[in-house]
């Protein structure tokens, strides 16, 4: 059973920066494609930053600069550094793995960007 456990979520202003972390846990995969996706009301979610399958980076345009992937294979862990944040950057993160039984989800973390 996949699981994953995220943390780092919070309050900041405009400019300020966040780290988000992404524990999984049952993972099959030696080293999975494993990420971040972002979604707000009424939207679609989409892709932030994500490691693919065979360890390359995609970055959201929006987001390219400004936030860095990095992960600890030994450990299944991902991590977000974001930096620069925006007030369009408020969202509920949601950490993300491909492994053999298919995608899995975390619970989601709320980064809200305001002044």
């Known amino acids: 059973q996949v699981q994953l456990v995220e943390s780092g979520g919070g309050l900041v202003q405009p400019g300020g920066s966040l780290r988000l972390s992404c524990a999984a846990s049952?993972?099959?995969?030696?080293?999975?494609?494993m990420g971040w996706h972002r979604q707000v009301p009424g939207k679609q979610r989409e892709l932030v930053a994500v490691f693919t399958s065979v360890g390359d980076t995609n970055y959201a345009a929006s987001v390219k600069g400004r936030f860095t992937i990095s992960r600890d294979n030994a450990k299944n862990t991902v991590h977000l550094q974001m930096n620069n944040l925006k007030p369009e950057d408020t969202a509920v993160y949601y950490c993300y793995v491909r492994d053999l039984g298919g995608d899995y989800w975390g619970q989601g973390t709320q980064v809200t960007v305001s002044s």
């Open positions: 049952g993972v099959i995969f030696r080293v999975p494609a």
